[in-house]
């Protein structure tokens, strides 16, 4: 029993399954005696990944090739969430030109968000599959082309539409792309490089309402998007160019072994009691957790502080979310082994209390600190999330992990934006709204410390083994 115990200690282990589970799947496949049999999918699939790059199969990249496709994955994730910086500001615009109910309005942003990310159930195979720099490159060019024609709208519904609909599709390949083309390149360290790449959405949550504001003084909110077409999706092609270039340096789980070390099926997705438990959480933390994103702004204009003072929270959100998840990400690298549910459940809790701060708040300095707040605790959410979804289901499933996920996410996106506006539209107030996000991240907070418990008892179980 000790021996097991310590043969297992040399790797670290995350309990995909229960015991029992797991020994039904895996022991038609894998040989050998129960500590390697009971090894995680992130354990296994790190070990086949080290000896088919021993064994001369795959090439690792080199420093400055894994920076350059690195930061092209880093634009592409800073542009892609950047957009709904855009869209927050924008929104304000859109109820005022179009004359329309704040529910549609929201709807823009709801389903770009939405559909962003649920869009990549749609594209995952093929991105995973074929040429995903290619991939990127059409994606990125259409979606860039369609903002476009969204900025000579004359009605909400052509809005809604181009840039609800069809930019937010084409987005999707390129949310899904950068962190798939992580995962495939940083072999040895996928949880800290995955943390990194979150700094993105920061970054591009933090510039981008300010250049949004300065655009519409400039050339209205037509010119904004003109503009923004080129800048967020045009540059994104180039970025596309840097992946197709760099597909010999990726590792790929080939077919000839997908269905020995691929052994759970999309239903054994279902029958997961904590990746269940996660998608539950997550649904609902993206069905409310974005309502600074979608209406700050909007907020801090009812509450008579202006466009440019309400623009200036929503950066907050993005400055301290930088801040928040370069610390994150350094405690990803330097203590490997804590548990990223442990850390997401305070980062819930935190983000509970911002949400009731915003509305509840009757001074702008009360709403300035809620937005601090706010970002610090979503930075924690955030990158700790690619670590959790590697611990629940390997890296080898992590691009249909990715997938799913994103389409729960994306779900929740387009429900909570148009719910969000409904609810102003018939209280004409945001307090519900957000009154509701607080009871959701606390309920998500408490989540997480669920999985944390079924973790336990697996490694329990586990132990146990004779």
């Known amino acids: 029993m000790p021996s097991r115990v310590s043969d297992a200690d040399d790797v670290e282990v995350s309990f995909t399954y229960a015991s029992y589970e797991r020994e039904t799947e895996a022991s038609s496949l894998l040989p050998g005696d129960k500590s390697t049999r009971f090894l995680s999918n992130s354990s296994r699939s790190q070990k086949s990944k080290e000896e088919s790059i021993k064994d001369g199969e795959k090439q690792l990249a080199s420093k400055s090739r894994g920076v350059i496709i690195f930061v092209a994955c880093l634009y592409m994730n800073l542009s892609c969430f ?25 709807l823009v942003q709801s389903l770009y968000m939405g559909l962003s990310l649920a869009g990549g159930i749609l594209f995952s195979i ?5 040429d995903t720099g290619a991939c990127v490159m059409i994606a990125s060019a259409l979606a860039g082309i369609a903002l476009s024609c969204a900025s000579l709208a004359r009605n909400i519904g052509t809005v809604i539409a181009l840039v609800g609909i069809v930019v937010g599709l084409f987005t999707s390949v390129n949310t899904l792309s950068s962190s798939i083309v ?4 940083f072999v040895n360290n996928q949880k800290f490089a995955l943390g990194i790449l979150t700094l993105g959405a920061t970054i591009g949550q933090t510039v981008m309402p300010y250049i949004t504001n300065a655009l519409i003084e400039e050339y209205s909110w037509n010119g904004c998007l003109l503009i923004m077409g080129a800048l967020i999706y045009f540059n994104c092609i180039p970025c596309g160019l840097i992946i197709h270039y760099s597909k010999k340096y990726f590792y790929k789980q080939e077919k000839s072994n997908a269905h020995q070390r691929n052994s759970a099926s999309f239903i054994s997705f279902l ?26 702004v909007d907020v801090a204009v009812l ?36 548990r990223p549910e442990l850390h997401m459940c305070y980062g819930f809790i935190l983000w509970a209390i911002a949400h009731f701060s915003v509305v509840a708040s009757p001074v702008y300095w009360g709403m300035f600190l809620a937005m601090v707040l706010r970002g ?91």
Do not use: H
Request: aromatic share 16%.
């Open 182 to 185: 992580i995962n495939w390149t």
């Open 303 to 338: 509450k008579g502080f202006g466009a440019k003072s309400g623009a200036t929270l929503l950066s907050l959100n993005g400055i301290f979310g930088f801040v928040g998840r370069f610390l994150a990400t350094a405690l990803i690298k330097f203590y490997p082994k804590s």
């Open 82 to 106: 950047g957009m709904v910086g855009v869209l927050g500001v924008v929104y304000v615009e859109f109820i005022s030109a179009f004359q329309c109910l704040r529910s549609e309005a929201a």
């Open 126 to 130: 093929v991105v995973t599959k074929y």
């Open 271 to 296: 029958t997961d009691s904590a990746f269940m438990v996660f998608i539950v959480s997550t649904f609902v933390f993206i069905l409310l957790g974005p309502v600074e994103q979608w209406f700050v």
């Open 376 to 466: 610090c605790s979503t930075s924690i959410v955030i990158a700790f999330l690619p670590s959790l979804q590697l611990e629940l289901r390997g890296t080898e499933q992590f691009p249909k992990t990715l997938a799913i996920s994103y389409l729960v996410m994306g779900i929740g996106d387009i429900i909570g934006g148009y719910l969000g506006g409904y609810s102003v539209d018939v209280t004409g107030s945001y307090n519900l709204i957000f009154y509701i996000a607080t009871v959701g991240m606390i309920y998500c907070g408490i989540s997480m410390i669920v999985i944390f418990v079924i973790f336990r008892q697996r490694k329990r179980q586990y132990q146990n083994l004779p």
